[in-house]
């Protein structure tokens, strides 16, 4: 799975984009499940933009976008 591109300037703003799930990033980063645990344990990864799901059950989401920057940035916060 790659991070999906920015919306094309022919596309409306207001475009839905796919959110990221906890499962996702292992693959779209190249590192293990457990490498990620340790990135968001550390604070050094993005905190997800969304929350899905009621009380304890609540999973983490997050806009390609969030993943991208924080690319971007060298993979600093």
């Known amino acids: ?31 293990s499940d457990r490498m990620v645990l ?8 993005p905190k997800p933009d969304v929350l899905v799901g009621t009380g304890s059950r609540k999973s983490p989401r997050w806009k390609p976008s969030t993943i991208r920057l924080w690319i971007e940035n060298g993979g600093v916060q």
């Open 38 to 45: 340790r990135l968001r344990a550390a604070s050094k990864f």
């Open 1 to 31: 799975m790659s991070i999906p591109r920015k919306p094309r300037e022919d596309q409306p703003a207001d475009a839905i984009e796919e959110l990221l799930r906890n499962e996702d990033l292992p693959r779209l980063l190249n590192c």
